[in-house]
């Protein structure tokens, strides 16, 4: 009875123990990474937005945000996205030259 306790209790610390490493290794390549995204907005006003999200292996990061929505400065007021032109991460410049020029002008 007393052996049964014992080999039991190492199996459950064993499976703990591997339950605690797996996630880590399996999710290592979902870290959360932080993105910056030039829209232009169904309104016509161009917008640097902000996002951090992870990503699958074959997901792109248009994909994941064409279903994200952008907020007005009130934090209340949903903004429509007409169209993404160009995401980067967060640390890369912007390869357009008016989303640079809106991104210095942007608080982050």
Aim: proline content about 3%.
């Amino acid at each position: 009875m007393i052996v049964g306790d014992v080999i039991m209790k190492r199996y459950l610390f064993l499976l703990f123990a591997l339950i605690g490493i797996v996630p880590s290794h399996v999710y290592a390549d979902q870290a959360l990474q932080d993105w910056k995204c030039y829209l232009q907005l169904k309104n016509g006003v161009m917008h640097i937005a902000r996002y951090t999200v992870s990503l699958n292996e074959n997901e792109r990061i248009e994909q994941r945000l064409a279903s994200m929505v952008v907020f007005a400065e009130d934090g209340v007021t949903k903004l429509k996205v007409k169209k993404q032109l160009e995401c980067k991460l967060e640390d890369e410049p912007f390869s357009n030259l008016a989303a640079r020029e809106l991104e210095g002008m942007t608080p982050k």
